[in-house]
């Protein structure tokens, strides 16, 4: 191939973004599409790349216990531009890794602006990539358009599964009353500024519980089109009320969990609370943490004004519900992500059937180096199994059962169990710290590997 040539990716959200980055770092020209502000989409309120649209958290950044923040930590160490960002505008969230999501969209454009190998185009691709694009990253993401969806359902002959992914309400901080809320981490575990200072915390006792809960249930939810009511939600983000449905302590064990926390002004742990994260770098704006809704925008400010807490709470945003798209991998790509009916296209991000921003920005920073290594005339086997990287793509690229795949965040189920020592099996407590360091030292060695190759 010519090296000269450019990498289209198609797409600027975290995955598109990424990609482009990566293969920009390899010395590969790059152009990236990206149709906002041009043409909006049912959850983007700006123009930026890499705009979050739903949580503004990254999650656990515990890379020793968590796989999700083993995740960063890779994804660090492979030179991301997504956590180099995500890293700079962090705010407090306890152990998680959140992010003001205005500061981090516009470094993210910014250092893409500044790329001389990549050149963004506002525009969107419409049907087919043109026949001249022998090299195509797809990352449009879970709005993929309808005119590139149907051109895409074409060349696979695959019909698309769907599901739903509700936003959560964005309160501004000074309408809380902090006369009944208050600030703790679970366990005060992870704040960085003093014990437990990082989560607004809303009590409620058994009948407020009771109450919110039968509101919930009651509240006016929006309606489905004909063409949407069959598709299911992803199990990682259901709506609240649909949560509230299953059962009248669905939620007491779910988002609203009371453990790990102490009423300053009772002593005691409440029946119930609704934890908020801080949303912005001004510490402003705090986001109801795992409250993912469809109610209508009237129904929203009536039932969370039930909460302690919140009952003059005014909302910068309030929730909201989108469609999401994604492919049948295993069933579509190879193990370099190439379409198997059409190998000049890749696709990357939550189109693939991964769920969560760093997900979707590990497959974009995976697709990103493929396509450079392919420009470039070299080969590149994708990460082991035992790292993150590896578990995720070998996942969606065959390690799921295509007849029932569904949306994935990355896990340690998808890593292989580790080897005996000494002929003992290794202890619960130990397994995840040595499967962490397993999978750092086999993507050091991978690492070692592709830069010789290059060489």
């Not at 506002?122 to 590139?148: H, K, N």
């Not at 964005?170 to 902090?178: A, G, H, M, Q």
């Not at 994935?408 to 890593?415: D, P």
Request: charged letters at 25%.
């Amino acid at each position: 191939m010519n090296a000269s040539k450019p990498v289209h990716v198609v797409g600027g959200g975290l995955a598109g973004s990424e990609a482009a980055w990566q293969v920009a770092r390899k010395g590969v020209p790059v152009v990236l599409h990206e149709m906002r502000p041009l043409r909006e989409t049912e959850a983007h309120v700006t123009g930026g790349l890499a705009e979050l649209v739903c949580s503004n958290s990254f999650r656990s950044d515990d890379a020793e216990n968590n796989a999700v923040g083993l995740l960063h930590e890779e994804m660090r160490r492979l030179g991301s531009l997504i956590m180099a960002a995500g890293d700079a505008h962090k705010v407090p969230a306890g152990g998680a890794l959140a992010v003001d999501r205005v500061g981090f969209s516009e470094a993210v454009t910014a250092r893409l602006e500044a790329e001389p190998l990549v050149e963004i185009r506002r525009e969107e691709i419409a049907g087919a990539p043109p026949e001249d694009w022998d090299s195509v990253i797809v990352a449009t993401g879970p709005l993929t358009s309808p005119a590139l969806s149907e051109t895409i359902a074409r060349l696979t002959g695959e019909a698309y599964l769907a599901f739903f992914d509700a936003i959560a309400p964005i309160v501004y901080k000074e309408s809380i009353d902090f006369t009944k809320a208050w600030f703790q981490s679970r366990y005060d575990k992870g704040a960085e500024d003093g014990p437990g200072a990082d989560y607004v915390n809303c009590p409620l006792d058994q009948p407020q519980y009771e109450a919110f809960i039968q509101a919930l249930i009651a509240g006016e939810k929006t309606e489905f089109k004909d063409w949407e009511a069959s598709t299911p939600y992803f199990e990682g983000c259901l709506p609240i009320e649909v949560m509230a449905e299953r059962g009248p302590d669905t939620l007491r064990f779910g988002p609203m969990k009371p453990v790990g926390l102490t009423d300053p002004r009772s002593g005691g742990r409440p029946y119930a609370v609704v934890q908020l994260r801080q949303d912005n770098a001004l510490g402003t704006l705090y986001n109801m943490v795992g409250f993912q809704t469809k109610l209508t925008y009237g129904e929203q400010s009536r039932v969370f004004r039930m909460i302690p807490g919140l009952e003059g709470a005014e909302f910068a945003r309030l929730g909201g519900l989108h469609r999401n798209t994604f492919m049948n991998s295993p069933r579509l790509l190879d193990a370099s992500l190439r379409l198997e009916a059409a190998p000049r296209l890749r696709f990357a991000g939550q189109i693939t059937g991964v769920e969560g921003y760093v997900e979707s920005a590990a497959i974009g920073l995976l697709a990103g180096r493929f396509a450079a290594a392919e420009r470039l005339g070299r080969e590149i086997a994708a990460p082991p199994p035992t790292t993150a990287h590896g578990a995720l793509i070998g996942h969606i690229t065959g390690g799921a059962d295509p007849s029932t795949f569904q949306p994935m965040n990355i896990n340690f189920g998808l890593f292989p169990p580790l080897e005996p020592v000494a002929g003992k099996k290794i202890r619960k407590k130990e397994r995840r710290p040595a499967m962490s360091a397993r999978a750092l030292a086999d993507l050091e060695t991978w690492l070692t590997v592709s830069r010789a190759a290059a060489e």
